[in-house]
Each structure stands twice: as C-alpha cells, then as structure tokens.
C-alpha cells in the first residue's frame, strides 16, 4: 500500500500505471559533525594547543577545507587549509589567550562552490 501523497496516477488507453514519487536524499557534499571538542568544553590554556577533530560525510566531494578560529568573537583568523581529504580529520589549534573560542570550517567542494560549516564553541581558562 503506498503513501497517497506519493503517487501519480496516469491512465492510458484504460491502463492504469502507478508512479512512486519517493526519492532518497543525497546527503549534502558539506555535510559533517564535530567530534572534539564538543560545544561548551573547557580547555586549560596550559595544554598550549587544542585538537580539532571532525568528520565528513561524503569527503570525496570536497576539494579543500580551510580552518579558522576567532577568540570572544572578535576578528577570524585563519590556521590551516587541509586539502588531502579524509572522512575523519583533525588539526590542532595553539591556544593564545584565554576567552571563548570559535572554530569554523569553509568546505570548498569539487566545482569550488564554498560553504561555512557549523561551528564549535569552546572555553579557555
């Protein structure tokens, strides 16, 4: 029995052909998840540096991502451009200063369209 809203009827010469319009979704060339650290984690600025890890869904899609941080929301500074890419990758970010850290991506996909990941939010005291 198949979902109404998904279906088209078409009549021809009394036949009666039923099409399925259900599709299943690509996933996003961009789509991916932070694995550490998590949203609101506490780093101590005397570990000096930070692991930055995140997973891609679909990492053959993407050419080049480039990463930056910004410190209680002040200006974004770029630290590191990956482009051998890998379903999981990490990088490690020197902590400056104490305050609350962004860190984003820029994905930049095979044709060179751009897109800003998610970010994740983290505190240094």
Known sequence: DMDDE???TVYSNETEINFNLLTT??????AMSWITPTNNDVVSLDTGLV????QLKQPNLIKKIDLFYKINDGQSNWFS?????Q??????LLLKETGRY??????TDNSGVTKNSAPIIFEVN
Request: charged share 10%; aromatic share 10%; proline share 13%.
């Open 81 to 85: 451009v990956m482009e051998n890419i």
């Open 102 to 107: 962004t860190v984003f991506l820029i994905l």
């Open 51 to 54: 692991d930055i890890k995140w």
């Open 6 to 8: 998904n279906v088209v």
């Open 87 to 92: 379903p999981t990758i990490s990088a490690q």
């Open 25 to 30: 979704p690509t996933p996003s060339p961009f």
